[in-house]
């Protein structure tokens, strides 16, 4: 009786959570700001019957009860591999070095898709989460997380800009962007619709922008720009906030890949905005491709989308923090080694790093 319940309250957190996917609002007055169109030929994001659309026109994802029936049917095996996950190898950050730091250009892996950018004296953490639980109340029910943050949050240097892809809850996390506004008072840059749902928060210094807009901020040039996936945080939500992809441009320019499938939106912003010194691209959740597919690259598209993108450097995150996906959580490292042997990419441009280990790019 205790599994079954069990059971039913992780099939409830999944639902709640928007997990199934993996599976023009205003500009805040926000002083010091300057809005533009840095673009080029990017397009705006598609709307149809008030919700947002990918820019494929024969995208699709897989029915409600196909994903409902095969999560049910994987959950058992989710719930009891869990168990015996051993937390990936962490390094031990240089948190002084990283809070002295005004010049040098460094990337920081935390763990799933949360990074610490540090580009011209600006710090930057992309789709923050450090909790140790993903779901709809406020961390207590959900997915665990079983390898901790890199970094402890109260350890961060001052943060000045979060990036936000989309509104899932391991990319939109509650409790961690509450404690990152109490902490730093950061600018939140977020796709259109989520500006609305921080503020409900409390959390008023946000810019939201569509696709091909762009934020100037402390010298960066922040631009929004495509990706293929979705939004929801219930199962009478989706679609009604945008998700994206980041660009920032300074000395150097970076790419944040957010969750994506693979499709031809990477050489459009390659084309248009790179080339790159780094991208940051997903490498996990791509099982069962049945679902994963249209909304999530295997490891070998996201070495394709770092060719189309015409990156000089990647780093490989989304995966080894959180399952919620069925492949083994070794496994998208062993994938991208064998394709970076199959095509001859030189090693030391492809990056994955331990949670808590600093780069320089």
């Not at 005004?102 to 580009?119: A, F, R, Y």
């Not at 070495?303 to 189309?308: F, I």
């Amino acid at each position: 009786m205790r599994n079954f319940r069990r059971l039913t309250i992780l099939v409830v957190g999944f639902m709640l959570s928007g997990f199934l996917l993996a599976s023009a609002a205003s500009l805040g007055v926000v002083p010091g700001l300057e809005r533009g169109q840095a673009g080029g030929e990017l397009p705006r994001a598609p709307r149809r019957d008030g919700t947002f659309r990918n820019l494929d026109p024969d995208f699709h994802r897989t029915s409600n009860w196909i994903r409902v029936r095969l999560y049910l049917l994987s959950l058992t095996g989710i719930v009891s591999s869990v168990r015996h996950f051993a937390p990936l190898p962490t390094a031990a950050p240089d948190v002084e070095a990283l809070r002295k730091n005004h010049h040098d250009t460094t990337v920081t892996w935390i763990g799933h898709s949360t990074l610490l950018v540090q580009l011209d004296g600006v710090n930057l953490l992309t789709d923050p989460v450090w909790s140790q639980r993903l779901g709809p109340l406020s961390g207590t029910v959900g997915v665990k997380r079983f390898t901790p943050p890199g970094i402890a949050l109260e350890d961060l240097p001052p943060i000045d800009v979060v990036l936000i892809s989309h509104d899932h809850y391991d990319h939109l996390d509650e409790p961690t962007v509450r404690r990152l506004a109490h902490a730093f008072n950061p600018l939140f840059v977020a796709p259109l619709g989520i500006k609305p749902w921080l503020e409900v928060r409390g959390i008023t210094k946000v810019v939201e922008l569509d696709w091909s807009e762009s934020v100037k901020v402390k010298g960066l040039e922040i631009v929004c720009a495509p990706a293929q996936h979705g939004s929801g945080r219930s199962l009478i939500d989706s679609g009604r906030r945008l998700w994206a992809s980041w660009v920032v441009i300074g000395s150097k320019r970076f790419y944040f890949g957010g969750d994506s499938g693979y499709a031809s939106h990477f050489e459009m912003i390659g084309h248009l905005l790179g080339p790159f010194d780094l991208a940051a691209l997903p490498i996990g959740s791509y099982t069962p491709r049945i679902i994963a597919r249209p909304v999530h690259m295997s490891p070998e598209e996201a070495l394709q989308a770092m060719h189309d993108l015409r990156a000089a450097t990647f780093i490989g995150i989304h995966w080894g923090t959180y399952k919620i996906a069925r492949e083994p959580y070794e496994e998208p490292p062993r994938r991208i080694a064998a394709e970076v042997e199959r095509l001859k990419i030189d090693p030391h441009t492809v990056w994955l790093p331990e949670p808590g280990e600093t780069l320089d790019w």
